[in-house]
């Protein structure tokens, strides 16, 4: 296949050269930062999970000027040093531990993902540049090419030879995949598809390298042969020759500067009437043979399109991942000054450092909670991956629930980033608010993460509708509220015995009957909403503005579940910790997650008769206790997360 004319390669970074290293081949690294004790290094074991040793060495790789975050005298400046930084990247060659071991990867794709993940370390501009080459780009060539374009590109974009872009979003449609407007249309008497721009809003925008840096990109667009139209497939368009000059009939405009992650060269690109050979189009679900005709395995337009999109999960897998990556960062900073900063004084005239104020403590030690239960959830959602390749797929069942998962977490982590971001930035003062602390780079550039990868709102939707999409292996159609019992049956029977009595309280600083409240307000949501979907279905109203009226429910039982999920998720986590007194603490951050889940979700308890109004007000008091009883180990709570010293504040500026 020839898909474009091969550009230059770039320069290696001197003095490495990595033509043939790898991750296993790479140097020792400089040891990690001391932390303040043992308790702290368990706590680390414990949250890093079955990939500790590769975080481990990712925290000494990454400690490296190269790779700490950098004030900027222009966007330019920004482009060179996170294009550099690419190489540098690329020399360490953790790139290839999620692609195929018959092409130069190590086909560990759980690993893949922790190494974006501890990208968010440091300038998250790399940690986009990198997820756009090697998996976006990369990671479509791969899960939606076959062999010939494998052999062709995989080496070549692993090693940086191909740089390339992933234009799926189009002005006019973003989330609405399906509905994009890009056109390629199978001409047979060349062979060739014609990639085609109708109008403005079918240009491809904010797409990452497009502007300056990409070769070559996976174009998503309405495929036509023979008159009919088969819906959303991928096929590989030249954006740029060796040169690097633009083909003709691409058009490339820059999008201009951005309210972060300027580092990432992000580009409009439109195409009038581009021809590239049959072979581009990627066809691992579909193929187009030399007459025009069409066939697939997966008889469905809307089947074969979901399980093409299926097929990307990975993305948002890392940018969930990142996200918390960079709020642990933010609250590092934040809680190290609240434990040094001192304002007013005792009636002994003391002064009190901005930690030992309870509304300080309320401010950030949620939020810290939080983020360790998010941290566990994403960790059984990384390890759902252990055992795959590039050359497998989950059962059809189990990949469902991977991409429900996936879109929850983003979700849910990406949101917490941009509140505790914003949290930190504030309980930090001024001090806070000057770019040499960090916090204003971390909110501007996590601030799209809610956005990109996926609406946060649009994705809770998917979640809801996987919820009541789960009934359908057991019952024919949503006549029955079986769907709520399938959804969470297991766990409501394990959960039910706890729950107390009618007209008894619940003891909401009991564990099990913690989860036991919240396990029984998912089954109430889910269920109320299976009833609303039945009845939209089976009235003669309007079925779009039935199922409209339904969203906020949607959402809310997304989110309840979500909720269900991390409370979960850190139960299974504290199991697995081996270190007792580490589980100890483990424990105490995890009752101060659940009782402040509880008292934010109190009104629902109280709406629906599931705690007195006693029990709601002494939530208060609960997470007030709980705020004051981890106080003492906030310190090493957070050096846990083992942030290099150097990536806690910006290096200085390009010249």
Known sequence: MSTTTSPPRPTPHEPDAPEERTASSAPDAPAAPALRGPRAEALREALDGDRHALRERLRRELDADWFAPRLHTDDEAHRVHTLDGLR???????QRLGFDARHGGHDDIDGSVVVYEMLGLGDLSLMVKAGVQWGLFGGAVQALGTTRHHEELLRALMDLEVLGCFAMTEVG???????LRTTATYD???EEFVVHTPDADAEKTYIGNAARDGHLAVVFAQLETAGERHGVHALLVPLRDRDGSVVPGVRITDNGHKAGLNGVDNGRIAFDHVRVP?????????DVAGDGTYSSDIESSAARFFTTIGALVKGRITIGGAAATATKVALVIALRRAEERAQFRRPDGEEVVLLDYLAHQRR???ALARTYALSFAQSELVAGLAGTTAATRLPEHEQRRLEVHAAGLKAATTWHATTTIQACREACGGAGYMAESRLPGLRADTDVFTTFEGDNTVLLQLVAKGLLAAYKDRVEDLDTLGLARTVVSGLFDRARHVLPQPGREPDVTDRAQQLALLVDRERHVVEGLARRVRHARSGDGDAFEATNAAQP??????RAHLDRVQLEAFVTGIERCEDAAAAAVLEQVCDLFALSLLEQEKAWFLEHGRMSGATARQLTRLVDEACGALR?????????FGVPGRLLQVAGEDA
């Open 88 to 94: 540098r990247l690329a020399a360490l060659g953790h």
């Open 173 to 179: 449609h973003g989330s609405d995949v399906q509905g």
């Open 188 to 190: 047979p008497s060349t």
């Open 278 to 286: 049959r072979t581009a189009l990627l066809d691992r679900f579909a």
């Open 364 to 366: 950030l030690l949620p």
């Open 553 to 558: 429910h949607m959402l809310a039982a997304a």
């Open 632 to 640: 003492p180990h906030a310190r090493e709570l957070v050096d846990a």
